[in-house]
C-alpha cells in the first residue's frame, strides 16, 4: 500500500466487518459468544485476521448458535 503524497490526503482506515452486537457474553458450554457466536479467541484476533478469514467465520456463525442452549438465547 503506498503512502499518501502532500497532495493526496490520508483516508481513514477502512472498517473491519464484524459480527458484533454489543451482547459479550461468553456461554461456558459450547465457548461461544452470546451476541456474535465467535469464541474468544476468535473475538481476540478478528483485527488482525484477514478478510477471507473474518469470512469464513462469518460463514459458519448461524450454524453455531444451535450449539447454544436456547433458554440462554431467549427462546
Known sequence: MSQPTASEPARPPRSIATPCVMVCTVDGASGLCLGCFRTLPE?????????EERMAIMGELDGRKSLIDPALLGG
Do not use: E, G, N, P
Open 43 to 51: 473475538i481476540a484476533t478478528w483485527s488482525r485476521k484477514s478478510d
